[in-house]
Each structure stands twice: as structure tokens, then as C-alpha cells.
């Protein structure tokens, strides 16, 4: 599919943004493993989000979709069976990576692949720790590639520094470490999105949490864990869209609902604050455990240029792409470095986003780690591709918005992996 955005006079309204990703994907392979029925309300129902209730049917949980309500059995740790067939882990790296954590522990065999950008992403931040704790992987190149196979074995523990700060490889290592009686720890310098360790807890896991200079989460397993009712925020990934729309088209104001606003994943919305952009949270609360908020956000015209390093990407690693995009519209410039982990998400990001700004005249310096963009930058418009990644369809889709002569989207049907309605939604609050 392909689609254009063109000029919008003025975004304008509320959205309550589809529910988050991550607490979603969580909410079926966390409450899978309980002793009992767990009840999730406002699950995402989107492209990844689905792969892995597909994969977990197939390792036999029962999972019921009962109108807006998901129910999950919980098969007491170890009672998942062998899947028939290969798991089709479709494009979800956080499928991929937190089930290799889990199958890594169960007595049977089982092999996963993905679709093309999955397959080339990088799985040895993964295997080889669960390797150091007993796990059996192998696949491509040494087992770092997918398609991989597992043998399950008797899991040991480990105490592994996340260098990265990668959720995906805390989560399955606690994942793993929910199998094994022995202590798993992990240690991170700068903390990575912690909705595993806190769902965890509210399943009665036995979860210590040490943060002193360095963050330290650690692990006893082979404990029943309590089902839970648990109700999904919106995505602050989602919603950042919105919020950058109204922050750089003239005379707009955006409410976004129900916001997850977890200081582990709201990297962006200071960093928007910082730049100077009208950005408040307002009525906010807890749910679960997580901090939720509504986000105003108001046309901004004197945003400055920032910078963003190594201690940013974290918390707002998935929205980088979409802070280059608002950059060319603050003054003066903007550096990002410490970002390489860019390079390996769905697509390239960094080439994404330095690619396709060229392709419409926006001036970019690309960096192995990052990039540096111009501000206050006249956008002409022009063909980009998604490069089949959803995050940066609906980034140019937003600069589309202040574009001189439209922004046409090739490929732009991948936004069902996160916001499926994404160009409903926009279509609700643009005016034209
Ligand atoms: C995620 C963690 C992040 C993020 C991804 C979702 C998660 O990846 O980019 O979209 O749900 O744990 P990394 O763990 O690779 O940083």
C-alpha cells in the first residue's frame, strides 16, 4: 500500500492511542507461565502483539478472547507442550527473544524463524548468555540468526551485565530465570524499560531490585506464580506521534488518553520539553503498578535543537527516528550519538531516516551512531519507503503534515505491527 499526507492546516482533539506494545507482548508470555487464569484487559491487537498469542497457542496455552477481555491459563512454569511446527515469530523481536528465554527451560524441542527483517536481526545478545546458563540453541551462524532450534535443559543461574540496556534480553533471562531455583541476576549501567521485573513482582515472583550506582534486578525461580488482571495503557510510542504532530503543526492542540508514562519509556516527551514544546502530563495516576497520564500537547514554533547521548537512547530508544523528524523543525541543531542500536531494529533506522530525508531535501549528516540534523528546515515532500518498519512509516507520515507539496508513503501498510487504525486516527484529528 501506498499513501500520501499532505499539508494539514491544524491538528486538533483526543486520542486514546492503541495499548502499549511491550505491556501487551508481557501480558501473555508473563501470565502463561502463573498457575491459573490471568484476565487482561485492553490488549493491543496488533500485528506483533498477535504473533505472540499464535505462538503461545502453539505451545499450549489457552488463550480466550472473550470481547475486549483476554484470558489466559497459566500452565504452572513447566507445563507448555512441545509445538508441532516451527514458531513463526512473523517481524517481533520481543516474541523471539523472551520465548527463546522460555523454551530454553522446558523439557522439548523446538525451532522458531521470522519474516526477512527478523531473520537478519541479531540473536546472540540473547543465546549466548542463556547458553551460560545451560541453554541448548543452534542455528545460523552459531545459532546468532534465526531460523534456531532449542533443546530444553535443566537451566542454571548467571549474574550478566546488559551492556546494550536491552529489555528483550533482561526480559528473557528473567523469563528463563523464572525455571531454574538458582539466583539469575541482571546488572545494567543505564536502565532499560522494566515491565517484566514489575509484573513479575505483582505475580509474587521472588524479584530483588538494587539501585544504587548500577541497577541490578535478580531472580529465584521454580516458584508458582499468581494469576493477574491486568489492564494495558496506551503506548507512549504510539501516542509520540501525535505529540510531535501537534508540536510542529501551526495552531494545534493534541489530548493523548491513558498514557503510559513509566520514566523507562517517556524519553521522549522530556526530550520534547527540553527542545522547548508545550508538553504536560496531566491526571496522573497509577495502574499495576505503572504511571499512567494524559498528555497535552501544544504547537510549539521556538523549539530549540538538542542533543541526545549513549544515557538518552533507552527510554526513548523506538522514538528517535521521530525526534530526527521534529528536529528539523527546531532551531539550530540537533546531534544524536550513542544510537547505535538503531541499526538493528526492524530496519536500519539510522539509513532510514538519513535515506529518506534525502530523498525530499532535508539536510542530515548520518553518523555510525547516530546523526546530525539541521533545524528549521523548509520540507518540500516527495516518495519515501517504509522500508517495511512500521515506526518509520508513521514518522514521515507526520512530517507529511508540514510538508509543501506531500510526503507519498511506499509500503506503508506495516503500521498494523503497532497501530493498526494509525491513518484513521490521523485522518480524526488532522484538519485540512
Ligand atoms: C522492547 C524493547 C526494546 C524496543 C522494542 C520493545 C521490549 O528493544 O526497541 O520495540 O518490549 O522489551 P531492545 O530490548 O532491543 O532495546
Redesign the pocket.
Known amino acids: 500500500m501506498e499513501i500520501k499526507i499532505t499539508k494539514a492546516r491544524q491538528v486538533l482533539g483526543e486520542l486514546r492511542v492503541p495499548s502499549d506494545?511491550?505491556i501487551s507482548?508481557?501480558s501473555i508470555i508473563l501470565t502463561s507461565l502463573a498457575k491459573g487464569e490471568s484476565i487482561v484487559k485492553n490488549f493491543l491487537k496488533a500485528g506483533d502483539t498477535l504473533t505472540t498469542v499464535s505462538v503461545y497457542r502453539s505451545l499450549g496455552v489457552e488463550i480466550k478472547e472473550d470481547g475486549d477481555i483476554f484470558r489466559v491459563k497459566g500452565v504452572n512454569l513447566f507445563g507448555y507442550k512441545e509445538p508441532e511446527d516451527i514458531l513463526d515469530m512473523g517481524n517481533s523481536?520481543?516474541t523471539t527473544?523472551?520465548t527463546l528465554g522460555l523454551v530454553s527451560g522446558q523439557n522439548f524441542f523446538s525451532a522458531m524463524t521470522g519474516d526477512d527483517s527478523l531473520r537478519k536481526r541479531p540473536m546472540a545478545?540473547v543465546v549466548d548468555p542463556l547458553r551460560e546458563m545451560n541453554a541448548q540453541i543452534d542455528g545460523r551462524e552459531e545459532g546468532h540468526l534465526l531460523p534456531l532450534s532449542i533443546r530444553g535443559q535443566e537451566l542454571t543461574g548467571i549474574e550478566f551485565f546488559n551492556k546494550?540496556?536491552?529489555?528483550?534480553?533482561?526480559?528473557a533471562l528473567l523469563i528463563a530465570g523464572c525455571l531454574t531455583d538458582k539466583c539469575v541476576s541482571v546488572v545494567e549501567k543505564i536502565k532499560?524499560?522494566d515491565?517484566?521485573e514489575k509484573m513479575l513482582f505483582a505475580m509474587g515472583a521472588d524479584i530483588q531490585i538494587e539501585e544504587k550506582e548500577r541497577y541490578k534486578v535478580s531472580i529465584k525461580g521454580k516458584k508458582e506464580l499468581n494469576p493477574v488482571e491486568i489492564d494495558v495503557p496506551a503506548d507512549p510510542?504510539s501516542a509520540a506521534f501525535f505529540a510531535a504532530a501537534a508540536a510542529i503543526v501551526p495552531d494545534s492542540e493534541i489530548l493523548l488518553k491513558d498514557v503510559l508514562v513509566n520514566p523507562t519509556r517517556d524519553g521522549f516527551y522530556r526530550k520534547l520539553k527540553e527542545m522547548g514544546a508545550e508538553v504536560f502530563y496531566i491526571n496522573e495516576k497509577e495502574k499495576v503498578g505503572e504511571k499512567i497520564a494524559d498528555i497535552l500537547v501544544k504547537y510549539s514554533p521556538d523549539m530549540k535543537g538538542i542533543k541526545i547521548t549513549k544515557e538518552d537512547v533507552?527510554s526513548m530508544?523506538?522514538e528517535i527516528p521521530l525526534l530526527a523528524i521534529v528536529a528539523t523543525q527546531a532551531e539550530g541543531e540537533t546531534v544524536i550519538t550513542g544510537a547505535e542500536?538503531l541499526r538493528?531494529?526492524e530496519s536500519d533506522r539510522i539509513k532510514a531516516v538519513v535515506e529518506n530525508f534525502k530523498r525530499i531535501g532535508v539536510k542530515v549528516e548520518e553518523l555510525e551512531d547516530g546523526m546530525i540534523i539541521k533545524g528549521k528546515q523548509k520540507i518540500k515532500g516527495g516518495i519515501i519507503d517504509s522500508y517495511h518498519d512500521h515506526r518509520i512509516a508513521m514518522g514521515f507520515a507526520i512530517l507529511g503534515l508540514i510538508s509543501e507539496e506531500g510526503i507519498t508513503i511506499k509500503n506503508a501498510d506495516c503500521v498494523f505491527i503497532s497501530y493498526p487504525n494509525f491513518f484513521e486516527d490521523l485522518e480524526k484529528v488532522v484538519k485540512h
Open positions: 506494545k511491550s507482548h508481557r523481536g520481543t527473544r523472551l545478545r546494550k540496556s536491552s529489555a528483550q534480553v533482561k526480559s532499560s524499560r515491565h517484566t510510542s533507552p530508544v523506538d542500536e538493528v531494529k
